[in-house]
């Protein structure tokens, strides 16, 4: 194709870079971008991920400095990271046991493949990975609240509202029923460590699921490794997964519900500090989840009373108290628990909406 002609469209094309709806643009300039010497853009969000140098990681973090960790969990150190341009990201620094590191290396590719292929509002893009000698790193989207679990805790800025919590809940079911339905992949994917610290909070609360398909590049059976894994997800482990050693997408939607108790009475799943028998949530509570009068006890004392109606308290601990059942066929799906939750909303608005009523005839 003569240069000139290529230029005069590339002009036509930067002129009118904005305009989506001309069918003339879109596909040529795919094409005619191969010729365009301007930087392009890198493709990040979509279609595959971004490989990055061991470099490109230290100068993220400033060599993984101090000021930079985010957090520490199962897998290793979080860190914030700014990349070369500009963009603000989270970078795991994986701890793999040797053997691992060795033998991994295309395991790995594959898995993060996979996984960067996943696209929805309510899961945490991952962006690309680093596979450099015996180091893997994985590069995430930053989400600026933090973790659900330290907002519960009250070491994010003040309790949440019922409003706010029902909102976190449908986000966080809508990227598991993502993940469960295999859109985009081909095969559901079992999340295998949802907890309300894999529940990330963008600048406006909006809920995003994170560490999707990662317990599946850990290694099973090593010992020193599960018992740090084991101790952190006790409380939402699948009691089903004991007698089957089988990890489902029914697991999921138990941890789930472990996370809808926690939002409902601000309680760690397992919290330590307590005796032997009251140290797992479900168990504490799920006995009284369907009874009224019981209920009231267990709701968060730190959730305003104006923020709730008792209707949609009641009906939220009723879907809690089906999520964490034993038998797992027994358990809805969570593209049901997506409907559910959408109900609980519209019921707490409206019931909220008829109490303020009166309130306002009377100014
Ligand atoms: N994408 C992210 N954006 C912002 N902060 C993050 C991000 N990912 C993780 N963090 C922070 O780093 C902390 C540690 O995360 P990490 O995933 O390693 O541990 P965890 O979620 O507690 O356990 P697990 O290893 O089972 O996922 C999180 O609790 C969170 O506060
Ligand atoms: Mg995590």
Redesign the pocket.
């Known amino acids: 194709m003569p240069f000139n002609l290529v230029s005069a469209w590339n002009k036509r094309r930067r002129s009118k870079s904005h305009d989506h709806t001309d069918p003339w643009i879109y596909k040529p300039v795919e094409y005619w971008q191969l010729d365009d010497q301007a930087p392009q853009p890198p493709k990040r969000h979509h279609h595959g991920s971004s490989i990055f140098t061991l470099k490109e990681m230290e100068e993220a973090t400033c060599s993984f400095s101090e000021e930079n960790l985010?957090?520490?969990?199962?897998?290793?150190?979080?860190y914030?990271g700014t990349l070369q341009s500009g963009e603000v990201v989270?970078i795991?620094k994986m701890e793999l046991p040797p053997f691992k590191a060795a033998e991994g290396e295309r395991e790995f590719r594959v898995e993060v493949d996979i996984l960067s292929r996943l696209d929805h509002p309510n899961l945490?893009s991952l962006i690309g990975y680093c596979a450099d000698g015996k180091q893997r790193f994985l590069v995430?989207?930053?989400?600026q609240k933090?973790?659900l679990q330290?907002h519960l805790n009250g070491i994010g800025e003040g309790k949440m509202d019922w409003p706010q919590r029902l909102k976190v809940a449908l986000g966080a079911a809508r990227g598991l029923a993502y993940l469960h339905s295999s859109s985009d992949v081909g095969i559901p994917i079992v999340h295998r460590?949802f907890?309300s610290?894999?529940i990330?909070l963008s600048a406006d609360f909006e809920a995003k699921v994170?560490?999707f398909g990662?317990a599946k590049m850990m290694p099973e059976g090593q010992e020193t490794y599960v018992t740090a894994?084991v101790l952190?997800?006790f409380g939402y482990f699948d009691p089903e997964y004991t007698s089957t050693g089988k990890l489902t997408l029914q697991s999921d939607v138990y941890a789930f519900g472990v996370v809808l108790l926690e939002l409902l009475t601000g309680r760690q799943a397992v919290d330590i500090n307590l005796g032997p028998n009251d140290q797992n949530l479900v168990v504490q509570v799920r006995h009284i989840l369907n009874d009224r009068k019981k209920l009231r006890k267990v709701i968060d004392s730190e959730l305003g009373r104006s923020s709730y109606t008792m209707e949609s308290i009641a009906m939220f601990a009723n879907l809690a108290s089906r999520c964490v059942r034993r038998e797992s066929s027994e358990r809805p799906s969570m593209a049901e628990c997506v409907k559910e939750l959408q109900l609980i909303i519209y019921t707490n608005a409206k019931g909220l909406g008829a109490a303020m009523a009166p309130n306002k005839a009377m100014f």
């Open positions: 985010l957090g520490k969990g199962g897998f290793g150190r979080v914030r989270a795991k945490v995430y989207e930053y989400m933090g973790n330290d460590d907890k610290t894999n990330l994170s560490d990662l894994r952190g997800t």
